[in-house]
């Protein structure tokens, strides 16, 4: 009788010796397919934590249709994002021109964006109040911010209510700015895509700052083998998101570190098929460092009924003072002349 209970006991621990093995070696596989970077195979992208690959139809629970997205377009999941980077959010308060607040991951040793909104809770207050003025009475207005960082715009004009998509070629900007739509509960009206914006689809590497943690440029790469590396991303043109948008009106915001001109280039479609109504863009770089891109700017804008104005109190710009007495940044608003489509 003994021996026999000791037998059993034997084969209760192999059982449970056995179990435990096969929990090992399935947690070992599932950690080995699912890494820390969303993005596991090259040209792949995240829609609503599925990946896609290729020109594939998705079903899109934000606009209740199927969209057409190039293959190349990455949409950052924003709640695995979330969730993976949730314990090195350095927290900061962003103030709201409604007069509410709302949680914002920022840069630690950043002396830039993320200092300012740490010591102020603003970036740009002036020109983020003139954005919230001139869409809050455009009920359907949507954003478009392009060169995003760690969402300093996006955020408040979540906040308003309205439906932003947010591109940053930092990947890094992105997993704080999805870190913070989820702190915020915000999250459900922004879409976010990491890429780099340019008139052609290519590999470009990432060039980060030391002082201006969040703000990055992009440089062509010597090498464009498909691979994923932490500062190497894939550069798109606009025009290959059509369909992501809907056809209401958009206000659109530009800083992407002196590559203005390029992604215009690549914008061709986009302004042609939808009804823009602002463009907000940097133009520090364009007065003296490039002045053939602000030419191409300006000729891009001007005929497409563009006028520019100073943000903050709307005051109008003369186009031959653009090389001199511009300011940092300039408000192009479109205006239709009677009888002009």
Not at 66 to 83: M, P
Not at 244 to 251: A, H
Not at 257 to 279: H, I, N, P, S
């Amino acid at each position: 009788m003994r021996g026999s209970n000791n037998y059993l006991c034997s084969s209760k621990v192999s059982v449970l010796c056995i179990f435990l093995l096969c929990v090992f070696v399935l947690t070992t596989i599932y950690n080995q397919e699912e890494p820390n970077n969303m993005f596991r195979k090259t040209f792949e992208y995240v829609v609503h934590g599925k990946n896609v690959k290729d020109e594939q139809n998705v079903s899109d629970p934000l606009y209740g249709k199927q969209v057409s997205i190039s293959e190349n377009v990455r949409i950052f999941d924003i709640t695995s994002n979330a969730i993976a980077y949730l314990n090195n959010c350095t927290k900061a308060i962003q103030r709201i021109p409604d007069g509410s607040t709302t949680p914002i991951c920022v840069h630690k040793g950043d002396l830039f964006v993320s200092a300012e909104i740490v010591k102020t809770g603003w970036w740009e207050r002036g020109n983020i109040q003139r954005v919230w003025d001139l869409m809050s009475p455009i009920k359907d207005m949507q954003f478009l911010d392009l060169g995003c960082n760690i969402g300093a715009f996006t955020i408040p004009i979540a906040k308003l209510g309205r439906r932003v998509t947010a591109v940053d070629a930092n990947r890094v900007n992105l997993k704080m700015l999805a870190t913070s739509l989820r702190l915020g509960g915000l999250d459900e009206n922004v879409t976010l895509i990491w890429n780099g914006l340019s008139n052609k689809t290519m590999y470009v590497d990432l060039i980060t700052g030391i002082e201006n943690v969040g703000g990055a440029h992009i440089v062509s790469s010597t090498e464009q083998d498909p691979e994923d590396r932490e500062n190497t991303v894939i550069t798109v043109r606009l025009d290959d998101m059509l369909s992501m948008f809907e056809e209401k009106p958009f206000f659109v915001k530009m800083d992407i570190e002196m590559t203005e001109a390029l992604a215009l280039q690549g914008a061709v479609a986009f302004f042609k098929e939808f009804d823009v109504r602002y463009v907000l863009m940097e133009w520090m770089h364009f007065k003296t460092k490039h002045p053939n891109d602000g030419e191409f700017i300006i000729d891009f804008l001007n005929q497409r009924s563009f006028t520019p104005f100073v943000p903050q109190d709307m005051k109008g710009l003369q186009l031959k003072d653009a090389h001199t007495t511009w300011p940092v940044e300039v408000l192009w608003m479109r205006i239709i002349k009677s009888g002009t489509g």
